[in-house]
């Protein structure tokens, strides 16, 4: 069985999540304040995390940002808020998913599941490649024996790139594997990632993380010596 913390104010929609998930094999404690979440969190340890944004006692992006700092627990994001500018801070604070509400049960199951299924699939050895190291279980990075700081969506990126080393992968493949959503043609999210990446590791020249034209972005495994 699967333990789930949601992080959620409204007493009538959490009495329903958690309703629709009992019956799926999942067993769900509500905290209704952002404040008490850190702790509860400590106290259960749970395997996935639904957190609201617009909490009394301290907001969903502080609170997401401090579970992350403790934490590679998945967490999605479950709002109200519309705004990208949300979204985007949600997802840069350490959230691996942001979903808008109203949603539907079973979408929301879909989109636990597969959340579930992309932190099974990484859950293998480290990556070594020439002086790089990533280590998955540590959600760290290492450069020439230093580690490189990143946040929880440039460690997702960059990880995803060096699991791909010597293959194309387009804005489409790096969302659905990042976010489960495919790419609309209008996002820049990846593209922002991507240069700060580059400058962590001085690739002014872009010569570790290729832009390949109408096509994507390749990570080179020649360029790490």
């Known amino acids: 069985m699967q333990r789930v913390m949601l992080v959620e104010d409204d007493v009538r ?35 996935i995390v639904i957190l609201d944004l617009t909490l009394p ?13 403790l934490s590679a627990v998945p967490i999605l994001i479950l709002t109200a808020r519309e705004d990208s500018f949300d979204e985007v801070s949600g ?19 879909a989109r636990l599941r597969a959340l579930q299924r992309r932190g099974s699939s990484t859950a293998s050895s480290d990556i070594i490649i020439g002086q790089l190291r990533i280590s998955r279980e540590n959600r760290a990075v290492f450069w020439r024996a230093q ?14 790139l060096a699991d791909a080393s010597g293959k194309v992968m387009s804005r489409n493949d790096i969302l659905v594997k990042m976010r489960g959503i495919e790419f609309d043609g209008l996002d820049r999210s990846i593209d ?17 993380i290729k832009t390949v034209w109408g096509e994507g972005y390749l990570f080179s495994p020649s360029a790490w010596e």
């Open 147 to 160: 580690e490189v700081p990143m946040n929880s969506a440039e460690f997702k990126l960059f990880l995803i």
């Open 91 to 109: 997802l840069e604070q350490g959230a691996d998913d942001y979903v808008n509400k109203p949603v539907q049960p079973r979408v929301l199951l």
């Open 13 to 47: 929609l959490a009495a329903l999540v958690k309703e629709y998930l009992d019956g799926y094999d999942y067993q769900v404690d509500v905290v209704a304040r952002g404040d008490l979440a850190l702790e509860r969190f400590r106290d259960t340890q749970p395997d």
């Open 192 to 208: 922002n990632c991507i240069s700060r990446l580059r400058r962590k590791f001085g690739d002014g020249g872009t010569e570790r």
């Open 57 to 69: 006692g301290i907001d969903g992006l502080v609170v997401c940002r401090q579970l992350r700092q």
